[in-house]
Antibody
């Protein structure tokens, strides 16, 4: 069974850094496409970043340079490193495994983690 | 970046009704569109990808259509568990933008 267990959220002050973790079971991250998506309280979904099975990464323009997606193949974990956090980064952050394969829909999120809340406030 | 505009933003309907939600892209995206359903406190659930392909396990009362810039998600006969918020997302290019969501409420 595919599951994604998330951790690392919490309350931080503006300007601080935080690293979120996404630990799957039932599949290997190095063979997968993994997305991060966030949702501010009471708001809609916002795509954050993706890491491909071949290691390529893409980030949303508004988070480019502050957020970095990576993975540790030996631990089978995907990370979202967030720096210079702002109050507007307050959100539930979801990791999600995409469909994979070779078709265009390989990047569509299919299995989602439970989400982790990040609160940026002084 | 390609933007997506959903309409309506909210919708009231009754069990058994047929409802249609629209998603319009700011430029052509072929069929690179997915639809998600989200209930409060839960992660989104994939319903449709490639504009019209139903994800495995999704009831057949859900259907997607469209290509280019105009897309629709139709629920043929609303069930109580369908009252939720629906989002479209394109995967034509980066960033993979979501629509702003359509909240489907019980009338």
């Amino acid at each position: 069974e595919v599951q994604l267990v998330q951790s690392g959220g919490g309350l931080v002050q503006p300007g601080w850094s935080l690293r979120l973790s996404c630990a799957p079971s039932g599949f290997i991250v190095s063979n997968s496409f993994i997305n991060w998506v966030r949702q501010a309280p009471g708001k809609g979904l916002e795509w954050v970043s993706i890491i491909y099975s071949d290691g390529r990464t893409f980030h949303a323009d508004s988070m480019q340079g502050r957020f970095t997606i990576s993975r540790d193949n030996s631990k089978n974990i995907v990370y979202l490193q967030m720096s210079s956090l702002r109050p507007e980064d307050t959100a539930v952050y979801y990791c999600a495994r995409a469909r994979g394969g070779n078709a265009a829909h390989k990047t569509v999120s299919e299995y989602w983690g439970q989400g982790t809340l990040v609160t940026v406030s002084s | 970046a390609i933007q997506l505009t959903q309409s309506p933003s909210s919708l009231s309907a009754s069990v058994g009704d047929r409802v249609t939600i629209t998603c319009r892209a700011s430029q052509g995206i072929s069929n690179a569109l997915a639809w998600f359903q989200q209930t409060p406190g839960k992660p989104p659930k994939l319903l449709v990808y490639d504009a019209s392909t139903l994800e495995s396990g999704v009831p057949s009362r859900f259907s997607g259509s469209g290509s280019g810039t105009d897309f629709t998600l139709t629920i043929s006969s609303l069930q109580p568990e369908d009252f939720a918020t629906y989002y479209c997302q394109h995967f034509n290019s980066y960033p993979h933008i979501f629509g702003q969501g359509t909240r489907l409420e019980i009338k």
